[in-house]
């Protein structure tokens, strides 16, 4: 399975295409093809990042057109770099698409049709689940501290625990994210991701010759814990793109700082 670049309606997106997900509109956004002025220009879906909020609010109906997606069905979590999964339903939908997560959580999970999960990123890595046979979907950010400590893995068992997926149905895309090429950290990273993942880790750590610092995968890292979890390996999807690199389409944290917008990744069961 593969992450596609596309286009609709004016506003680019990264989405799977392949058919086993056309029960769940979905999809990463980009920075491009909204109406925010600088330094969030253009596609800025963050209420906290001072935009005006009829800006966060067009911005959301443009970016939703373009999946797929409901925007007055959003469920936004307020992400604390944990490893808490909550489960929401339609109760929990928020009553402006421009109001801030109130979900203190890093994962959102449901079963609900119409209910569309909506996380934020600005170089961390959005993952999306999907299980097509148990219709069940999840949404998960997972920074650095995330991916050590198996958030999205914590996604995948409650789907298999709480909704009765099973895990060879579920489908996983990982979306835009900082990659090996510009997450250059201490030696924290590595440690953490060690003491999560054990030995499985390695691969995702490579040593730089600047004493004491290594470029680490967090794409890949993701996507072994979601293996670890049961996931089949070809039905994980790695999105290539590098929010640091890409700074033309992308917002990164790590480059920016504060002074940009926030990207958003969706899932919604139709």
Known sequence: MEIIKQQRHGVPFYACTDPAWAGAAHGFSTRLGGVSPAPMDSLNLGANRGDDPANVRENFSRFCAAIGTDPNALVKNHQIHSDIIRPVTRADVMPSPEAPGLCEADGLITNEPGVCLTIFSGDCIPVLLY???????????????????????????AMVRDYGCRPENILAAIGPGISPCCFETHVDVPDGLRAGLGTDAQPFIRPLPQEGKFSVD??????????????????????????????????????????????AAMIQLV
């Open 131 to 157: 299980d097509p046979a148990g219709r069940c979907v999840a949404a998960v950010h997972a920074g650095w501290r995330g991916t050590a400590i198996g958030a999205a893995t914590r996604a995948a068992e």
């Open 218 to 263: 967090l794409k890949g890292a993701n996507a072994r814990w979601l293996e670890r979890a049961g996931l089949l390996r070809e039905h994980i999807a790695i999105c290539s793109a590098c929010t640091a690199c890409g700074l033309d389409e992308f917002w990164s944290h790590r480059v920016q700082g504060g002074q940009r917008g926030s990207m």
